[in-house]
């Protein structure tokens, strides 16, 4: 089925067209980083005002671009996310959907993060789903690994307080870096010294035997080894002194080896035909860069989103639905709940 997707979870509004084998015909993401820089954080209220004035024109850029007129479903985020965004985006949906006597379906947006790594931008099909994938979700609001099948995802473990990409917004912010922070941290990262500085690892007392991450005393650490060095914010953020790159690239180095600690067990006990990463840190240039080295010494597939379909897109969103569709999975236009936490253990989709 041709679909229509709709993502507006945080603060990107996304919309996008799929054919019915995934094949991405357009994804556009319009972006209010800019609108939530000045506050380092997004602000709930400014968020949803904004997808609102967005979604009616992104959706004639893709009546423009990729025609809508044969467009079979509709697709949108339920949850979890901003409520008041998540609202703008579900009610926009099912209008449309409702106007139109379209099909709906409302999708869950880790699920969505979870299938980004089999789309691509090149104008190919979607590759289908195997067996039992291997799969880390790693964004500003999660940082997990599933065991992703084709008929749903079990989460493996968790993070016990930040989320890794929050973690890379609040150094940033406290550095005066901006937001978000992962991009520039990232950038800056690679000018310096991932050895120069060790940090401690924190213990969990974790009955499933120590999978779980804990990022928020990294964090900590982090901001106080800069205050003593730099006077913070710093002067001139575009061009920080090499104690702070050093400190950066240390501070990357430190998040991706946490990230990928409990891989080797968990592919020992799950035996995945693949491991796959997603959301916004799956940008991250270490992060890819290492995730691929384990693959080729592991003999195990590595799938990578590409960069575009990392962050929050709506290309994810449209084949999640069309995969929840093909199970009969549809909702109600006049009845569809947005939702702001996750509410599933095992997410059977
Ligand atoms: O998936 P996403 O767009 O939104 C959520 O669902 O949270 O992820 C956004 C997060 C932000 O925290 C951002 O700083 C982080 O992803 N991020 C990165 C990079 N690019 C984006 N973190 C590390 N390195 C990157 N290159
Ligand atoms: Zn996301």
């Known amino acids: 089925m041709r ?11 996304a919309v996008a067209v799929l054919d019915g084998d995934g094949t991405v015909r357009f994804s556009l993401i319009s972006s209010q980083a800019a609108a939530h820089a000045p506050y380092l954080g997004v602000v709930p209220e400014l968020a949803a005002r904004r997808h609102l004035e967005a979604l009616p024109r992104l959706l004639a850029e893709a ?4 025609g809508l007129r044969s467009i079979e479903l509709v697709a949108v985020t339920r949850g979890p996310g901003l409520i008041g965004s998540l609202l703008v985006g579900t009610c926009f949906a099912q209008a449309y959907a409702w106007g139109r006597g379209l099909p709906l379906v409302g999708v869950d947006h880790l699920e969505a993060h979870l299938v980004s790594p089999f789309l691509n931008l090149d104008g190919h099909p979607a590759r289908p789903l195997p067996e039992r994938t291997l799969s880390l979700v790693v964004s500003g609001g999660h940082s997990s690994y599933f065991l992703l099948d084709p008929g749903g995802a079990q989460p493996l473990n968790r993070t016990r307080d930040d989320a890794a990409g929050e973690v890379f917004d609040k150094v940033a912010a406290a550095l005066g870096l901006g937001y978000p922070g992962g991009p520039v941290v990232d950038r800056l990262a690679d000018g310096g010294d991932p050895r120069a500085f060790a940090f401690s690892a924190p213990r969990i007392k974790d009955p499933r035997g120590g999978l779980d991450f804990s990022f928020s005393g990294l964090k900590t650490m982090v901001i106080r080894a800069a205050q003593e060095r730099a006077a913070l914010p710093l002067a001139d953020p575009a061009s920080p002194p090499q ?12 998040v991706v080896t946490w990230l990928l600690a409990p891989l080797d067990e968990l592919a020992e006990r799950h035996r ?3 491991v796959a990463a997603s959301g916004g840190v799956a940008a991250n240039r270490e992060l890819r860069r290492r995730l691929a080295a384990w693959g080729e010494r592991s003999g195990v597939e590595v799938l990578l989103p590409p960069l575009a379909l990392t962050t929050d897109n709506a290309a994810m969103i449209a084949r999640a639905g069309q995969l929840r569709a093909a199970r009969g999975r549809l909702d109600d236009p006049l009845a569809l709940r947005a939702y702001p936490r996750a509410p599933w253990k095992r997410m059977a989709s």
Do not use: K, M, N, Y
């Open 3 to 13: 679909t229509l997707g709709i993502e507006t979870s945080c603060d990107e509004t």
């Open 63 to 66: 009546d423009r671009q990729a």
């Open 272 to 274: 995945p035909q693949c």
């Open 243 to 254: 104690v702070v790159l050093d400190l950066l690239a240390s501070f990357r180095h430190t």
